[in-house]
Structure formats: structure tokens, C-alpha cells
């Protein structure tokens, strides 16, 4: 059966890592973006450029309408999906909770939690055998975060990332009937960019001290391990988290 990835907000950091390794795996790869359309073309050139298959789509993945398109090229594009990585996400600047307005909370859920319901909403539609389809897997990008609660820097980051690991553990068991794996990857301290948004571009490097491998993670290690969800080498895997955390 032909392999097609569709990745939200694959145009940098562990997104894109995913779609080049995915890629590189047999996968047809959907790198989805946002606004950064001449980086998400440089991870499809990359990928033809290596002999796989890839196409760019952009679409806001909070907006419900944005999302029926995105999978719809998807299916235009390649025919099917066999698998979906909910990896898009946002974190604002650090500060304590009564800092935070309201907007900024509904942003972070938007983005990080909403997203994903959606998508996989969608998804399912695809990939589930109780609507003809022939099963599939999902991954979900949630956070160390989310056992750790960011405190002082992002606790609604942190709490979305909690929200993530709950619908993970849920939907894998609702979904076991439909032919659908649903797996989480919460990875540590990584290097892209994400920490700027933070206002703190060189975070990794300061927390990185206390990680007991002694060093930030890199996106490709993260994408690893979203493979081998992604791949049969799981195959008795559901409802379950992986940490790449280096050892915190
Ligand atoms: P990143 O470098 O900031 O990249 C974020 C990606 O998400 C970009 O491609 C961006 O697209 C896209 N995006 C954001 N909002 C979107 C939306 N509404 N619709 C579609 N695409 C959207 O982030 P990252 O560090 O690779 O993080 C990826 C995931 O891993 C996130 O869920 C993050 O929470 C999680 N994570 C990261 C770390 C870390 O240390 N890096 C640790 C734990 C968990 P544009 O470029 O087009 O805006």
C-alpha cells in the first residue's frame, strides 16, 4: 500500500525533519505551513531533490475550513493517507499566569490543542476501516511540558501540552476498532526556532545543564522517533507516549 504522511507545520524545526526522514522511508510526504511558504518549498525541493515525493499546502490548522482543504489536496495529490503527525504549534513570551490575557490563552489552545482535533477529525474520516478506509496512524506532538508545567515561562503551553497527552491516550483506545494507532512523541529541550517565539532564542543551551545527557536534542532525533510510530515496527503500540527528553 503506497505510504502518504501529511505533517501540519512542516515547513521548519521537527516538521520538516519529519517530512525529509519520512520521505527518505518511502513516504509521499504533505508538508503543510502556515505563512512560510518559501521554507516549506525548500523542504519539498529538498525532498524531489532526493528522489521522494512531496507537495506543499498551506493552511491555518485552527481554522476549520483551512483544515477540510488541507486534507482534501492531500487525497488530490497522492490518492490517500496512511498517516498524520498533528506537529504544528505555538509558544508565547515568558511569564506568570495573571501576566497572560485571555487572548494569548485561546491562541495557545487554538493552535496547539483545537488544531489537533481537528486534523484528526478529518483523519479519521480517511483513514478509519468504519468508513471504508484501510487504518492508519497518528502522532501527536505533545511536550515535557507537559510533566514539567513550565512554570514562570508558558503553563498554558504546558497545560495544552497535558491536553495533548490526554487526547492521545484517549483516542488511541477510541480508535483501536477503527484500524487507527494513536501515539504521542514529547520531546525535550530541541534547537529550532520555536524558543525565539519565547523570547529566549538560546533557551536549549541554558537548560540543557540540567538534561542528564548534557545537551539540547536535535529535530532529526525527535523525527526518529515519530518514524518508528509511523512505521509496522509499532505495530502493537497505541495510546502511548515517547519521551526524547535526554533522560529528564
Ligand atoms: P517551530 O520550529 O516553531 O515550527 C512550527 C511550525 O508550525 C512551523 O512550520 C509553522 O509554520 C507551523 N505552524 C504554527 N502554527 C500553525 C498553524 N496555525 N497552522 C499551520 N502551521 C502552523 O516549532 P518546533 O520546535 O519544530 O515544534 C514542533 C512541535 O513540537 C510543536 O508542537 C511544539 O510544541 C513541539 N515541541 C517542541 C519542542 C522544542 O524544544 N522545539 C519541545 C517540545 C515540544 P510557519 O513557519 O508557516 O509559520
Redesign the pocket.
Known sequence: MKKVMLI??????????TAKLAASRGFSVCV??????E??HEVVRFIQEHGGSACAI??????AQ?VKFLFQETIKAFGGLTCLV??????ETQMRIEQMDMERIHRIF???VF?TILCTQEAIKLMSTRYGGSGGSIIN?????SRLGSPGEYVD?AAS?GA?DTLTIGLGKELSVDGIRVNA?????????????GGEPN??DRVSTFVPLKR??T?QE?AKAILWLASDESSYTTSSVIEVTGGN
Do not use: C, F
Open positions: 501540519t507545520g512542516a515547513s521548519r524545526g521537527i516538521g520538516a525533519a503543510n505551513y502556515k505563512s512560510n511558504v521554507s516549506a498551506q493552511a491555518d490548522v485552527t481554522i483551512d498533528n506537529n504544528a504549534g505555538i509558544l487554538n493552535n496547539n488544531s506532538l505533545s511536550s515535557i511540558a503551553y501540552k495533548i512523541v514529547r520531546p525535550g529541550a530541541i534547537y529550532t526556532e520555536i524558543h525565539a517565539s533557551r536549549v539540547g536534542g529535530a525527535v
